[in-house]
């Protein structure tokens, strides 16, 4: 593993031995990365929202529910914020073609 590995390691806290594979990967995608981490962000946002709605009679829920809306939208806002120190767009990003490859094979 190189210097540029070693500093994937501690900046993204990986707690195990990471391939370097994995690593040349990220380096070479690491914008759509970042992006797709904010999306993810939000969508995490968004979901815990929708429980706060559906929980609406559950005092313990709502409380927990808010809590975890409040955590991901703030984490929401330093991915933008890292996004927007390392010069890019904040963009919509082109659905994977994972999601409906996984589908195919479980159903």
Known sequence: ???KGVIFMVMLNLQ?????RW???????LNEIL???????KKAAGAAMNLLF???DSTKISRAMAEIVNEELEHFQMVLDLLAHRGIQFRK???????????????
Do not use: W
């Open 93 to 107: 990003l082109s659905p994977s073609h994972y999601g409906p490859r996984l589908h195919s094979i479980v159903f």
């Open 35 to 41: 992006i797709d981490h904010a999306h993810y962000e």
């Open 23 to 29: 690593f040349l990967q990220v380096d070479g995608n």
């Open 16 to 20: 195990i031995p990471t391939p370097s």
């Open 54 to 56: 559906a929980y609406v």
């Open 1 to 3: 593993m190189g210097a």
